[in-house]
Structures are given as structure tokens and as C-alpha cells.
């Protein structure tokens, strides 16, 4: 008699745009029946914008020279909360490894819930810059499209940093606690509350090859100058740079099986 041998599953491509798509479309059909999920990542940044622009109310210069930056943080903490737990839900339910055992690549996956995040950032991002320019007055010297693309990038790189944390946490309540971890040393060091040449010059080092840092630097540029400059420029591309490395180390870590 003889013995067939077992037939292995083909090996997957490092990328495939179809698969890709159709990762990115499930999310897309998940999200729409959780209006809660979707409710804060698209309102919960014009809610803070506007309660901002009123807390400020007496002094409107104050909203105008951390308007911009806020306009660029708060997608970023948003994306970042939102994707890292709706990614772990996946996993913790065993979503995820019922995915991988198909002919599914890691990177397929992973740009998959990238684009599908990314199409609600686009849609933050516009209300939030729409909100903040024609609504609130934010007073920017630059063009207000190079403000929504700097917030597009931040948003994005905050799903890209919630995909990336969620493959460390073994509980939602665990993707919740890497917030102050990941996300709150960026905030206190981006310039924010103090000009980063003024900080101690160890933290300011720090702050140099943090992310965060050049999405405020981006803002400010646009707030400031009428042209795209080169420091302008140099952050965007930064922070692009950032959410693809980010995506990448995300697909690198991500587990087959759960733990």
C-alpha cells in the first residue's frame, strides 16, 4: 500500500493587496455595527477641541498657539486607545488565530487592520481640522490642508502604535495601562507645555527620537509659516516613517497562537 504523504498548506506571499482589502473590509463590516467604537474615534477629538477652544475662551491667543499641536495629539491618543483594544479583542476571542491558520500572511493582516483604521482616521482627521479652522477660528498662517495631513499621519501613527502594543497585552485592561507607558512620556516631551531647547538636555535628547515631538513641530510649522518648509517636511516624513516602522515591528511580533 501506499502511503500518501500529508499535503502542507502553500506558503503565503510576504503580501497580497487582495487579501489585504479583504482584511480591511471585515474590520470595516465589525466596526459599523459598534457605534460606540466608531463614535469615539470620529467625535471624541472635535469634543475635546471644542471644549478647549472654550476654556480658553477669554484668551483666544492661547487656543491658537496650542490649538494646532492638540489638533494633531488628540487623533494620535485616540487612534492609539481604540485600535490597540479592538486588535486585542480579536485575539482574546481567538479571531486572530482562526485568521493566521488560513493563507493569510502576518503583513497582510496587520495592513489590512492598518487601512481600515486609517479610513476612519481620514474621516477624524477632516472633522477635527474642518472643527478646528472654520468653526473655532484656530488662526494658522499656513494652508489648512497641510494641517488635516499632519493629523492624518498622527492618527495613523497611533493606530500603528495600537496594533504594535496590543501583541504585549494579555487583557484590554493591560492595552489600557500601556497608554501611560507609551503614549504620556511623548506628551510631556513634544513641546507641548514647554519648548523642548528648554528642557534639560537628556530629555531633550529624548525627545528628538520621539514621534510625537515632530507631529507638534509639523503643526506648529504650518501655524507659523505661509510655505511648506523644509522643517516641515522633515517632520512629516519623520512621522510617516515612524508609523511604518511601527507597522512593521507590529507584523514581526504578532503571534500565531494565543497565549
Known amino acids: 500500500?501506499?502511503?500518501?504523504p500529508p499535503t502542507?498548506?502553500?506558503?503565503?506571499t510576504p503580501f497580497n493587496l487582495s487579501r489585504t482589502t479583504a482584511t480591511a473590509a471585515r474590520v470595516l463590516r465589525q466596526l459599523r455595527h459598534d457605534p460606540r467604537t466608531i463614535a469615539l474615534m470620529i467625535l471624541i477629538p472635535c469634543v475635546m477641541l471644542f471644549l478647549l477652544r472654550y476654556v480658553f475662551d477669554g484668551n483666544p491667543r492661547t487656543f491658537d498657539s496650542i490649538g494646532a499641536s492638540l489638533l494633531g495629539i488628540?487623533?494620535?491618543i485616540t487612534m492609539f486607545l481604540v485600535t490597540s483594544i479592538a486588535t486585542l479583542r480579536e485575539r482574546t476571542s481567538g479571531t486572530l488565530e482562526r485568521l493566521l491558520a488560513l493563507p493569510l500572511g502576518k503583513a497582510d493582516l496587520i495592513a489590512g487592520y492598518a487601512l481600515a483604521f486609517g479610513a476612519l482616521a481620514i474621516v477624524q482627521s477632516a472633522l477635527a481640522t474642518g472643527l478646528a479652522v472654520w468653526f473655532l477660528d484656530l488662526d494658522v498662517t499656513g494652508s489648512p490642508w497641510l494641517l488635516l495631513l499632519v493629523a492624518l499621519l498622527d492618527a495613523l501613527l497611533g493606530t500603528a502604535l495600537g496594533l504594535f502594543v496590543?501583541?504585549?497585552a494579555a487583557s484590554e485592561f493591560q492595552a489600557v495601562q500601556f497608554m501611560p507607558a507609551v503614549i504620556f512620556p511623548q506628551l510631556l516631551l513634544c513641546g507641548l507645555f514647554t519648548p523642548r531647547d528648554a528642557m534639560h538636555p537628556?530629555?531633550?535628547a529624548l525627545s528628538n527620537v520621539l514621534p510625537m515631538s515632530y507631529a507638534v513641530d509639523g503643526m506648529n510649522e504650518v501655524l507659523t509659516h505661509t510655505d511648506v518648509t523644509t522643517d516641515f517636511?522633515?517632520?512629516v516624513l519623520v512621522v510617516a516613517g515612524c508609523a511604518l516602522l511601527v507597522l512593521g515591528l507590529g507584523a514581526a511580533t504578532l503571534r500565531r497562537r494565543t497565549a
Open 202 to 204: 537628556a530629555l531633550e
Open 1 to 4: 500500500m501506499t502511503l500518501t
Open 74 to 76: 488628540f487623533p494620535l
Open 166 to 168: 496590543s501583541a504585549f
Open 233 to 235: 517636511i522633515r517632520d
Open 8 to 12: 502542507t498548506p502553500a506558503p503565503t
